[in-house]
């Protein structure tokens, strides 16, 4: 497969950028910084709202809408940059620009300082993934671009387990704010590094300059499969997104666990699960997809149909040890739609588009699901808590549970269409 070009299965490589394994890498650490920041707030949300008097659907806000308004917005056009210019500088300023923000969160004096904040690191954020994807596609061969994609989801579970256990022991042993600035620290060091380590295809980026924007709006517009794909992928990060921000604070209030329990516990479910969820998706997904590129919808809509009574009857355990064992197989079922749906995102575009194409996406499914998850469980929260107490989390959490059937149902329908609107390269 070295031999081989990322245009096709048969072509000549590209041989002139760093070896895919080193780009590959790389991304993964870089992604895994991105969910480590992003997801920090998630274990330090007890000490934050204490501090500053909040309720659940202002911690719902900082959680999403604050970080995901722009984090969406702003995704489409750094993604043209990336696309017109190097994908690897765009990546690695991108990095430097989320961890100053993530530094500038541990400086805060008030809620509203902290909403700020969090803004800058969406923006940031904004031009790490879809240029990720692009650069992976121009790498790895199509053959192997799922389980490529998945190994840097990896990034998801791996930076989320790495932000709850440092978190937790960084405000237990300190206080919330030096996590912030420890964690932000870290990612500043490290985008020089990647941008010493990572560089574009010479084809990729002679190919780059001649693509404007407006024609990948036109050719997404018109396949009913992009629609389903992201509105499919929305629905179930909106329910991830929302059980990643709220999960922390239901094993402490519900289970009684400190932060440093909430830290193993939580992290044990990520990198279990996760990990195997992660990697399963994207082998299934290359695995069935070559005979019937259906598969790259169908496999994670089954994924997802699973994964809701799985979840609702951890979540309404009342035993930590249940609840984690009951927990673990949805986790990992919640993450397979990574690799096969963002392989076909990839491939409803020429490869040129792609990062472009992939912004889009990343638009849909992070307005909603970054914007709306953490909010809507946290409105529900507070909206159920005058007639159950210290539950409501917990039901507001079973409630939102039906997303999943959302998304395995619209994944459904994407199949039907996606072997006509796939394009190969």
Not at 193 to 199: P, S
């Amino acid at each position: 497969m070295m031999g081989e070009r990322p245009g096709g299965s048969g072509a000549p490589a590209v041989r002139d950028g760093r070896a895919p394994g080193v780009v590959l890498a790389m991304l993964l650490l870089v992604y895994s910084f991105n969910f480590l920041d992003r997801q920090i707030v998630s274990i330090l949300a007890g000490p934050i709202k204490a501090e500053f008097g909040l309720s659940d659907k202002q911690l719902g806000l900082l959680g999403g809408l604050a970080f995901a308004i722009l984090y969406s917005t702003m995704g489409i056009p750094l993604a043209w940059l990336a696309d017109r210019t190097r994908r690897s500088w765009v990546i690695a300023g991108s990095l430097a620009v989320w961890s100053g923000f993530t530094m500038l969160c541990g400086m805060v004096g008030n809620f509203t300082q902290l909403l700020a904040a969090r803004v800058g690191v969406g923006v940031g954020e904004a031009g790490g993934v879809a240029p990720s994807y692009a650069l992976i596609g121009d790498v790895y061969p199509q053959a192997r671009r799922a389980r490529a994609l998945a190994i840097y989801s990896l990034g998801i579970p791996i930076g989320s387990a790495l932000g709850v256990l440092f978190g937790g022991y960084v405000t237990a042993l300190v206080n919330w704010r030096s996590a912030f600035l420890w964690v932000g620290l870290a990612g500043l060091l490290i985008a020089p590094v990647f941008g010493l380590l990572v560089r574009d295809p010479q084809r990729a980026r002679a190919e780059a300059v001649r693509q404007p924007i407006a024609p990948v709006f036109g050719i997404l517009a018109a396949k009913p499969s992009f629609w389903m794909l992201s509105c499919g992928a929305a629905s179930s990060s909106m329910l991830g997104y929302g059980l990643a921000f709220w999960l922390p604070s239901l094993l402490g209030r519900s289970f009684g666990m400190d932060l440093p329990a909430v830290g193993r516990f939580f992290a044990g479910l990520l990198l279990i699960g996760g990990v195997a969820g992660m990697l399963g998706g994207g082998w299934l997904a290359d695995r069935f997809g070559g005979r019937d590129k259906a598969a790259y919808a169908r496999v994670p809509a089954f994924a997802f149909l699973l994964a809701a009574p799985l979840f609702a009857a951890g979540v309404a355990s009342r035993s930590p040890t249940l609840a984690f064992l009951l927990m673990l197989v949805p986790q990992g079922l919640a993450y397979v739609w990574l690799g096969p749906v963002l392989t076909a995102v990839q491939h409803l575009v020429p490869p040129p588009m792609r990062a472009t194409a992939s912004a889009c996406f990343l638009t849909i499914n992070n307005l909603v699901g970054v914007g709306f998850g953490a909010l809507a469980i946290g409105a529900l929260s507070d909206a159920l808590a005058p007639s159950l107490g210290a539950e409501a989390l917990r039901w507001a959490i079973i409630g939102s549970l039906s997303l999943y059937l959302l998304a395995g149902a619209l994944l459904l329908l994407a199949a039907r269409t996606l072997s006509r609107d796939w394009v190969d390269g």
